[in-house]
Each structure stands twice: as structure tokens, then as C-alpha cells.
């Protein structure tokens, strides 16, 4: 796919990360292209550069060589205060781990994004997502209140609210049991296909990465097209 026609695209990305031992070279000229509405699956070893890669494709690591572009944006070329509004208007993020904010109840978690935005209806937009997760009885309830499913469903409509482009989801049925996952797995593809966002999703699941349009796999910090089985776990 040519990198004109992505909502966002990798280029010859690397990424050396500095440690104690010395660098550490993470990514190694990468190329990934994502269509508009395309859903990717990215499988590999853990260590691989899978979590790297989306943290480069949200702006939170800049690349050490190559560019990662959106919509003739080019991530490296943004200060920080850019690249805060790209993944505001641009990015949804999943979690393995959730990540919502333990003070702030399941709608108050839901309802951020659109908040941030400046949508007066934030709450009431977050409340009909909720109540369509099965959420509804578990509104005004924290996180520390909720089962890992339960906080996975309100971190997937919290990334999906504001309809992002792109959706960027990290290893988010890793933390749940399998009941959990199937139910999480199903809300997420269902709520993207009506957003209508990109999907990059990283897995150890192959069957969960089969869900996707397309896969990939990285293996030592680079990306083959295609699903290596000796390449995952």
C-alpha cells in the first residue's frame, strides 16, 4: 500500500532506546501502511517491538530514523504540544492493563475524551455507549469496583467515543479470562466496524489476530507481512 493512501504509515522507522547495557536497538526499518478502516494484527515473541511500534504510530517514542506520517502529518516534525493534539483528535488507545483513572467513575473514564474536546453532551454520549456494553448498572461504580472485563469495556468506549481515526490496541484481552475476552473481543470489533477506525492490534492470540483484515509480524524488531507461527510465544 503507498503510504499517500494510509491514515497512518511507517517508514523506515528505527528506534534504539538507551539502557544501562547500552542502546538497545528496538525497531529495525519498519514499514507498515494502514488503510482508512483497516484492521491489522500484529503478532510476535514478547521483547519482539510490538509495544514499541505502537507507542512510535501514537507519538509517544519518536523514531530514531524514518517518520511516521498521518494525513501528511509528520509525527517527528511536531513538538509536544502537536503531537498531544494528534492523539487527542487522531488516536484511541487500548491498554492491557486498562489504565482509567482510579478517582474517576466508569461514565467519568468513558466520558474524558469528549470532555477534553469540549462536547457539552460528553456524559450523556458516554452513558448510551456504556449501557451498550452492558455497562449501564455500572455507571457511578471506580474502577477498583469493576472486574478486569468490566474495565476493559469502559477503556474500549473511553478509545472509541470520540470516533478516532485510528485505534491503537495493546495486547487488550491479556489480562482477562477467556469468558471476558470473547465478550471484550466482540464489543471491540463491533464498536470499530461502526466508528469506522483503523485498527492496529497487538496479540499473542493468533486466532484473535486472524479477526483482523490483515496480519503481520515482527520478529527481532522487524516487521513481516503474514502470521510466522515460530514467531509468536
Do not use: W
Request: some cysteine.
Amino acid at each position: 500500500m503507498k503510504k499517500s493512501h494510509a491514515i497512518i504509515a511507517a517508514e523506515n522507522v528505527d528506534l534504539t532506546l538507551k539502557s544501562r547495557a547500552g542502546p538497545i536497538k528496538i525497531l529495525k526499518r519498519v514499514s507498515l501502511a494502514v488503510a482508512h478502516g483497516e484492521s491489522v494484527g500484529v503478532i510476535g515473541r514478547s521483547g519482539s517491538g510490538k509495544s514499541s511500534l505502537l507507542s512510535v504510530l501514537a507519538g509517544l517514542e519518536r523514531p530514531t530514523a524514518g517518520e511516521v506520517v498521518s494525513d501528511r502529518r509528520v509525527l517527528n516534525e511536531m513538538n509536544e504540544d502537536a503531537l498531544a493534539q494528534f492523539r487527542l483528535t487522531t488516536i484511541g488507545f487500548i491498554f492491557q492493563a486498562f489504565h482509567l483513572i482510579p478517582t474517576m467513575t466508569a461514565l467519568e473514564n468513558a466520558a474524558l475524551p469528549l470532555e477534553l474536546a469540549g462536547e457539552l453532551d460528553a456524559f450523556e454520549k458516554a452513558s448510551v455507549m456504556l449501557e451498550r456494553v452492558g455497562l449501564d448498572d455500572r455507571l457511578d461504580h471506580h474502577p477498583d469496583q469493576l472486574s478486569g472485563g468490566e474495565q476493559q469495556r469502559v477503556a474500549i468506549v473511553r478509545a472509541l467515543i470520540a470516533a478516532p481515526p485510528v485505534l491503537l490496541a495493546d495486547e487488550p484481552t491479556g489480562n482477562l479470562d477467556s469468558a471476558a475476552a470473547a465478550l471484550v473481543t466482540a464489543m471491540l470489533f463491533d464498536l470499530r466496524r461502526e466508528t469506522g477506525s483503523a485498527l492496529v492490534l497487538v496479540t499473542h492470540d493468533h486466532e484473535l489476530a486472524a479477526r483482523c483484515d490483515r496480519v503481520v509480524t515482527i520478529e527481532d524488531g522487524r516487521l513481516f507481512e503474514g502470521q510466522k507461527i515460530e514467531a509468536a510465544e
